[in-house]
């Protein structure tokens, strides 16, 4: 299969090509008759179109389908068997992976694959070997790999390839790096706007997502942001960053270098220490004895504690929850957006989290504007970035971006 003419051709037929293709992925299948009138383009040249999508291995004939009357139409939607794409989702010590057949359905999510990445070029190698390997014991024969996808946390450009937080070369780009092992066109991305795509496009949720917000609560604070349909970048790329927004009035320095950033009230970092403070302080709580002992207290002691219903647990994830909630009310006045997903590691704190966020946000927003947002969890879970990771490496290789 080539994509030279996809990629790299101007030519109206090209576009017409792109079009469709972008259509099939956002409604799975069209008859030509109803292509011709979603791309205002006739009949007879979105059957010639469609032959050649087909010839090329893109899309399959899917069979008729019934009608009240008449003659059948047949319909036509992406080939699934046409190849996979791999999603790549690095955290502090672990990656999730993540592959898709050509319709974007997942095939196989393997989670928390242990691996510390570092900015050596060894550490890349032994990155792609462990991924590939992981693909072969999935029964994927990397000769049918199209492309891979790769997100990271920090800043992160994608048109340029470059991530601020594993820098390595002025003159070689990361995606290069990465190309250079997989042998198949690689992007890299922010996880949280992975984590964006893969909630606009896979996630489960019962609103017009074409202007949504997804926020990424984890150890950090992240966003990405569909607007118009499409996924949003900014000027260099760097967009969504809701965690370095000079928010509070605490006086605590960020890990960005600024003081008082949204981050510091709202993330696991800020749960964290939050927690740390409050023991320190003598406030009991089933994490005390672990604490008295001189024994480490990890985030994921905390998130535990929270779901087994710690009360100092509880009461922390709440305060995190409302200074989010200040945070997104801030974003619905300016944005507008349809639905607003929570995605992250601190979304175990289900109703302890959300209540304090939906609170806040009806405290600080436009009443006019925050009735038309609805505030969800992710439906994706742990495999958002994952798999928006493999629908992001699709639209690029596909030329839809």
Known sequence: MSTKNLLTDSSKNADIKRQILRLCILNDSYSIADLSREINTSVPTVTKIIGELID???????????????????IFGLNAAAG????????????????TDFKGDTVNFIPDIEFILEARADSFKA?????????????????????VGVSLSGRVNPEEGYSMSYFMSDDLPLNAIFEKDFNVPVSIENDSRAMTYGEYLAGDHPVDAKNMLAVNLSWGLGMGMILDGRLYYGKSGFSGEIGHVPLLDNEK????????CLETGASGSALHEMILEKLAGGRPSSLSKKYAAGEKITLDDILKAVEEEDVLAIDCIGKIGETLGRGIAGLINIFNPGLVIIGGRLIVGKKYLMYPIKTAVNKYSLNRVNSDTKIVYSTLGRRAASIGNCLIARSKYLGLF
């Open 56 to 74: 090329e291995g893109y899309m399959m004939d899917m069979g008729k389908v019934g009608t009240s009357g008449g003659r059948r139409p047949s």
């Open 253 to 260: 320095m960020c890990r960005c270098g600024k003081v008082g």
């Open 127 to 147: 990155l792609c070997r462990m991924v590939k390997e992981t693909v072969a014991a999935a029964g994927i024969p990397w000769e049918k790999v199209l492309s």
């Open 84 to 99: 996979y794409f791999i999603g790549v989702d690095i955290a502090r010590q672990h990656f999730h992976l993540c592959i």
